[in-house]
């Protein structure tokens, strides 16, 4: 087949999107759409990593800080969210082998992930809103800074992306514990007990002979319980997201509201502790949950020490609820009683706990040898290499006495945040879409070894060196979300700009190959309407 | 006595060495897990790196409350006497500062209470070559203070290390603070 034939109709033609299931085309679009939004990450990763170097005329500096804000959400919502979403709502009634409780229910979480972002990007890129991801009060409602009217824009569309949240946790739960046409009745409770652990627990204190089994699979609970953290911090945002909108149409309507009405400390705690749910929570968790299906779909043997992998996600759970104040190890008006145990000690345990899920899947691993060294374990080893590096170097700075000279520094962006999301987190999702890819497609083949080859290496090597150049401009007092514009961490920010654009190569290399594999002509079928019933998941071989 | 340029380098050789182990480790994992044969490993390996995880965990602040000097300090400021108070008042952007320049004497305890009439602010001290002698958040409607005591004469740099909107970006005051009479004590 020539280039040009290969482009429209895909490798070997092997893909053909009317065999696809509404379920498979549902999927592909999360990915295809999380894949766009992160491109977009990826541009705007490289117009700041510019912009640090050199301020350029054609970004303004107000510009900036809107796309700095609008970054890390898209890259959260936009991409992640659409690409966990769209596996997960697939992956549940795969593994539970029954029908989706509402494929209805799942396409509008599709659209409403795709339209919010959209909406809150656009709003942002429009107005230049920019109290950043952090929102600390009153920023996000200064307007001697920013416009009431494109505050409220952005504010819409993040609590849209939240109500499609909504959409998916009701889905996978409702997926999880209800029983379709024509089944016997399924044990909804005892279903939902070991979803989220409960039966776990009671098992703990039960004998030996008197244990229940467990009703769902391993990476089934890990969704549940990150669903649960999903929960509480789309609560806690939306919550959030109202308060801020009623300042804002207060503005809007001419009335001046007291920012002092809202305590900064409070508002602080409170935000942090829904924010952590997704960072130091489902992420941690889904993460697991993925290493764990990895790791016993490319050796075909059962995981390594399974009731405890299963414990401490439960354990995680709990973990999550308690680590929200290493944020504020800085704030002097935050009680020492919190610094200490919350911050401290508590964040201490995400070591152990992402520990033992690093140590668990290497056994697993390992137990299979000799593996081939596809893309998936290959991806999935770099995604464990990421959270390796990443999570130490978050318990470092979760110390009273480092984090008086690492808050706020590039070193918490860098080494910690920056390596956990590109190469722990995002190696990980590349592993689970290079594995589900066949099953998703009907086995359509990768177009090439070599693109997927540089895929790894750029995006492996750039991840790991932007981190690395980041952290050693923040030990040496390098501030984010800041400026210099003398140059005077000039060396470090044009090396991450490098390995940015390694990254921008390697996410290059993946969605030419991806497109290659399907076609153009197979990306637009993804977006077609299925003939078939959204209750089979598959179609018959 | 110890400050944070020492920590800091400390933290970066421990950090890079792990880093260099467990790239390493990895490497060689991939390269095995291709070759030799399958064999069960012992759960009693698994409950030796737990216990290896939550010792690591744990020991890490133990040892840094007893190695940073300013550690103790912060966490019971209420025990110390500071030998100078400072009263810094945040608005509008702008640091307002009780005088042109604050001085130090060598060794001398300070306290920088620092409020803020409107936004979260961030409060550092920054040495001549950028890098940070320390820094806390200035949260409004909360006592905001910092103990520290000064060893080395040097003038330092305000700066705030908290976005708080465009406007805040430049929120520096140049070479405002300076510790001296350090050089005196070292030739006694």
Same mark, same amino acid.
């Given at each position: 087949?020539?280039?040009?034939?290969?482009?429209?109709?895909?490798?070997?033609?092997?893909?053909?999107?009317?065999?696809?299931?509404?379920?498979?085309?549902?999927?592909?679009?999360?990915?295809?759409?999380?894949?766009?939004?992160?491109?977009?990450?990826?541009?705007?990763?490289?117009?700041?990593?510019?912009?640090?170097?050199?301020?350029?005329?054609?970004?303004?500096?107000?510009?900036?800080?809107?796309?700095?804000?609008?970054?890390?959400?898209?890259?959260?919502?936009?991409?992640?969210?659409?690409?966990?979403?769209?596996?997960?709502?697939?992956?549940?009634?795969?593994?539970?082998?029954?029908?989706?409780?509402?494929?209805?229910?799942?396409?509008?979480?599709?659209?409403?992930?795709?339209?919010?972002?959209?909406?809150?990007?656009?709003?942002?890129?429009?107005?230049?809103?920019?109290?950043?991801?952090?929102?600390?009060?009153?920023?996000?409602?200064?307007?001697?800074?920013?416009?009431?009217?494109?505050?409220?824009?952005?504010?819409?569309?993040?609590?849209?992306?939240?109500?499609?949240?909504?959409?998916?946790?009701?889905?996978?739960?409702?997926?999880?514990?209800?029983?379709?046409?024509?089944?016997?009745?399924?044990?909804?409770?005892?279903?939902?007990?070991?979803?989220?652990?409960?039966?776990?627990?009671?098992?703990?204190?039960?004998?030996?002979?008197?244990?229940?089994?467990?009703?769902?699979?391993?990476?089934?609970?890990?969704?549940?319980?990150?669903?649960?953290?999903?929960?509480?911090?789309?609560?806690?945002?939306?919550?959030?997201?109202?308060?801020?909108?009623?300042?804002?149409?207060?503005?809007?309507?001419?009335?001046?509201?007291?920012?002092?009405?809202?305590?900064?400390?409070?508002?602080?705690?409170?935000?942090?502790?829904?924010?952590?749910?997704?960072?130091?929570?489902?992420?941690?968790?889904?993460?697991?949950?993925?290493?764990?299906?990895?790791?016993?779909?490319?050796?075909?043997?059962?995981?390594?020490?399974?009731?405890?992998?299963?414990?401490?996600?439960?354990?995680?759970?709990?973990?999550?609820?308690?680590?929200?104040?290493?944020?504020?190890?800085?704030?002097?008006?935050?009680?020492?009683?919190?610094?200490?145990?919350?911050?401290?000690?508590?964040?201490?345990?995400?070591?152990?706990?992402?520990?033992?899920?690093?140590?668990?899947?290497?056994?697993?691993?390992?137990?299979?040898?000799?593996?081939?060294?596809?893309?998936?374990?290959?991806?999935?080893?770099?995604?464990?290499?990421?959270?390796?590096?990443?999570?130490?170097?978050?318990?470092?700075?979760?110390?009273?006495?480092?984090?008086?000279?690492?808050?706020?520094?590039?070193?918490?962006?860098?080494?910690?945040?920056?390596?956990?999301?590109?190469?722990?987190?995002?190696?990980?999702?590349?592993?689970?879409?290079?594995?589900?890819?066949?099953?998703?497609?009907?086995?359509?083949?990768?177009?090439?070894?070599?693109?997927?080859?540089?895929?790894?290496?750029?995006?492996?090597?750039?991840?790991?060196?932007?981190?690395?150049?980041?952290?050693?401009?923040?030990?040496?007092?390098?501030?984010?979300?800041?400026?210099?514009?003398?140059?005077?961490?000039?060396?470090?920010?044009?090396?991450?700009?490098?390995?940015?654009?390694?990254?921008?190569?390697?996410?290059?290399?993946?969605?030419?190959?991806?497109?290659?594999?399907?076609?153009?002509?197979?990306?637009?079928?993804?977006?077609?309407?299925?003939?078939?019933?959204?209750?089979?998941?598959?179609?018959?071989? | 006595?110890?400050?944070?340029?020492?920590?800091?380098?400390?933290?970066?050789?421990?950090?890079?060495?792990?880093?260099?182990?467990?790239?390493?480790?990895?490497?060689?994992?991939?390269?095995?897990?291709?070759?030799?044969?399958?064999?069960?490993?012992?759960?009693?390996?698994?409950?030796?790196?737990?216990?290896?995880?939550? /010792? &690591?965990?744990?020991?890490?602040? %133990? =040892?840094?409350? !007893?190695? +940073?000097?300013?550690?103790?300090?912060?966490?019971?400021?209420?025990?110390?006497?500071?030998?100078?108070?400072?009263?810094?008042?945040?608005?509008?952007?702008?640091? /307002? &500062?009780?005088?042109?320049?604050? %001085? =130090?004497?060598? !060794?001398? +305890?300070?306290?920088?209470?620092?409020?803020?009439?409107?936004?979260?602010?961030?409060?550092?001290?920054?040495?001549?070559?950028?890098?940070?002698?320390?820094?806390?958040?200035?949260?409004?409607?909360?006592?905001?203070?910092?103990?520290?005591?000064?060893?080395?004469?040097?003038?330092?740099?305000?700066?705030?290390?908290?976005?708080?909107?465009?406007?805040?970006?430049?929120?520096?005051?140049?070479?405002?603070?300076?510790?001296?009479?350090?050089?005196?004590?070292?030739?006694?």
């Amino acid at each position: 087949m020539s280039f040009i034939q290969t482009l429209i109709n895909g490798e070997q033609g092997l893909f053909k999107s009317i065999t696809l299931t509404p379920m498979q085309k549902l999927t592909l679009r999360f990915v295809v759409v999380g894949l766009i939004y992160f491109g977009f990450v990826v541009i705007e990763g490289m117009l700041m990593r510019i912009y640090e170097i050199t301020p350029v005329a054609f970004i303004k500096q107000n510009q900036f800080f809107a796309i700095m804000t609008a970054h890390p959400l898209v890259g959260i919502f936009g991409s992640t969210y659409s690409i966990v979403c769209g596996a997960f709502l697939f992956l549940v009634p795969f593994l539970m082998k029954k029908p989706i409780w509402s494929f209805k229910l799942a396409n509008w979480t599709f659209i409403m992930i795709t339209a919010g972002t959209f909406i809150f990007w656009s709003a942002g890129f429009i107005s230049h809103y920019a109290p950043l991801y952090t929102l600390y009060w009153p920023l996000p409602a200064d307007f001697n800074q920013f416009s009431p009217v494109g505050g409220a824009v952005f504010i819409l569309g993040i609590a849209i992306v939240m109500v499609g949240t909504i959409f998916f946790i009701i889905n996978i739960f409702g997926t999880i514990i209800y029983t379709p046409q024509g089944w016997e009745k399924q044990p909804a409770g005892a279903l939902l007990a070991s979803a989220i652990g409960y039966s776990g627990a009671e098992n703990l204190f039960r004998k030996k002979e008197k244990r229940k089994e467990h009703l769902v699979s391993l990476p089934v609970a890990a969704i549940a319980r990150g669903t649960i953290d999903m929960t509480f911090n789309t609560s806690v945002i939306l919550f959030t997201g109202v308060l801020i909108l009623v300042y804002m149409v207060a503005a809007i309507l001419g009335f001046d509201l007291k920012e002092t009405a809202i305590d900064a400390l409070l508002y602080k705690n409170w935000f942090w502790w829904g924010l952590d749910l997704i960072a130091d929570g489902l992420v941690l968790i889904f993460v697991a949950g993925t290493w764990y299906l990895l790791a016993t779909l490319i050796t075909g043997k059962p995981l390594f020490m399974q009731n405890i992998a299963r414990a401490a996600l439960l354990l995680e759970l709990i973990v999550s609820w308690t680590v929200w104040s290493h944020h504020l190890l800085s704030d002097q008006a935050q009680p020492g009683i919190l610094k200490v145990l919350s911050g401290e000690f508590v964040t201490a345990f995400e070591l152990i706990t992402q520990g033992l899920a690093f140590f668990i899947t290497l056994v697993t691993l390992w137990s299979a040898r000799p593996l081939k060294m596809t893309n998936e374990l290959k991806f999935l080893l770099g995604g464990l290499l990421g959270f390796a590096l990443a999570v130490p170097a978050g318990i470092m700075q979760a110390d009273v006495g480092l984090n008086r000279i690492l808050h706020n520094t590039q070193w918490v962006v860098g080494p910690h945040v920056h390596v956990a999301v590109l190469v722990g987190l995002t190696m990980t999702l590349y592993a689970a879409v290079y594995i589900l890819f066949p099953i998703l497609t009907n086995g359509a083949k990768l177009y090439s070894q070599k693109l997927a080859n540089i895929h790894f290496w750029c995006h492996l090597t750039g991840g790991i060196g932007m981190g690395a150049f980041m952290g050693m401009a923040g030990l040496q007092g390098m501030l984010r979300r800041s400026l210099y514009i003398e140059g005077e961490f000039n060396i470090y920010m044009i090396l991450a700009g490098i390995c940015g654009g390694l990254l921008l190569i390697g996410f290059l290399s993946f969605f030419i190959n991806i497109v290659m594999s399907v076609g153009l002509q197979g990306v637009i079928g993804i977006f077609r309407p299925s003939k078939m019933d959204p209750k089979v998941l598959l179609p018959a071989k | 006595m110890i400050d944070s340029t020492m920590v800091l380098k400390g933290q970066t050789i421990a950090y890079t060495f792990y880093c260099i182990v467990i790239i390493l480790l990895m490497v060689w994992f991939a390269l095995r897990v291709t070759r030799g044969e399958s064999k069960l490993i012992k759960p009693a390996l698994f409950y030796s790196w737990v216990g290896f995880l939550t /010792i &690591l965990g744990v020991s890490l602040h %133990i =040892i840094t409350y !007893n190695t +940073i000097p300013w550690s103790p300090m912060d966490l019971h400021r209420g025990n110390y006497e500071p030998d100078k108070t400072f009263k810094i008042t945040v608005e509008d952007h702008k640091f /307002i &500062l009780p005088s042109e320049k604050l %001085i =130090i004497d060598c !060794n001398d +305890i300070v306290l920088f209470d620092v409020t803020s009439n409107d936004l979260t602010y961030g409060f550092g001290l920054f040495r001549q070559d950028n890098s940070m002698l320390f820094q806390m958040q200035v949260i409004p409607g909360h006592r905001n203070d910092i103990l520290w005591q000064f060893s080395k004469s040097g003038v330092y740099t305000i700066r705030s290390t908290e976005y708080s909107g465009p406007k805040g970006v430049f929120m520096i005051e140049k070479d405002v603070v300076e510790v001296i009479g350090c050089e005196e004590l070292t030739e006694q």
